[in-house]
């Protein structure tokens, strides 16, 4: 049986989501409308553009080319992660080289072990998937250890005192701030299958794959995002941690000041 893939007019007639959104914005008067339509048109204009360029990239410019988008979308990770941690200093070199920690090791140990192949047409969107999981609990982290290193400067300046060096005194506040990074991706998976059928397993059965098939591709992807997760919010709450101190182990203002 072959999938039903929307038609253009398909897509096009989807567009009534968008106009139901727009009504429900307008309702309650949330002031959303412009950013609404704006992120449509530019999420259209942006998949054709990309869709093309993969086009390309699968054709003709094989692995490094395929490292290199990788690359592009690390760059780009780093970019947002870093604006979400932006009272740590440094934030967005953090972000960046945390995101590229997560996703090296959980590329490079799927390609290794030989569980995906190296195709670009298998690297460029398997890479996707763990650079988004890593920009995501990389954002989390940085985020919430800016806040920490706000609310908990008290605690922190106590220790301190009792003579801790700042990693030490800091290290409640950073494992809250993991915590905070993890538990959502922790909760997927100890719920996955019972509430949805998560994007890769979903598209598969949508391609004809036999269910059996697409669960074991969906649970490489489920541990695969759990690791990109973990590595990129450890490092990136290593490296702020160090940068949320100076040299004499004082802690640094994080608003600015």
Do not use: K
Request: aromatic share 4%; charged share 10%; glycine share 12%.
């Amino acid at each position: 049986m072959n999938p039903a893939v929307p038609s253009w007019w398909g897509v096009g007639a989807s567009v009534l989501l968008v106009a139901l959104t727009v009504a429900l914005v307008v309702r309650e008067q949330l002031g959303l409308t412009r950013e609404v339509l704006v992120a449509c048109a530019r999420a259209i204009v942006q998949l054709v553009v990309v869709g093309a360029l993969l086009g390309v990239l699968f054709d003709s410019a094989g692995l490094p080319g395929a490292l290199a988008w990788v690359v592009a979308m690390v760059v780009v990770g780093g970019g947002v992660a870093g604006r979400r941690g932006a009272g740590v200093p440094g934030a967005q070199g953090i972000a960046t080289i945390a995101i590229a920690a997560g996703t090296a090791v959980t590329l490079g140990l799927l390609v290794a072990a030989q569980v995906i192949d190296d195709h670009p047409r298998v690297l460029v969107p398997v890479g996707g998937m763990v650079v988004s999981a890593a920009t995501r609990g990389t954002s989390v982290a940085l985020l919430r250890m800016a806040e920490e290193a706000v609310t908990g400067r008290r605690q922190v300046e106590a220790r301190l005192a009792l003579g801790l060096p700042g990693a030490a005194a800091f290290a409640p506040h950073r494992r809250s701030a993991l915590r905070a990074a993890l538990v959502t991706d922790v909760d997927a998976v100890r719920t996955v299958g019972l509430i949805s059928l998560p994007g890769a397993m979903t598209g598969l059965l949508l391609a004809g794959v036999d269910p059996l098939t697409a669960i074991r591709y969906q649970v490489v992807v489920m541990w695969m995002i759990l690791a990109a997760v973990t590595v990129a919010a450890g490092v990136a709450g290593r490296l702020a941690v160090a940068r949320l101190f100076d040299s004499a182990q004082r802690l640094l203002a994080t608003d600015g000041s």
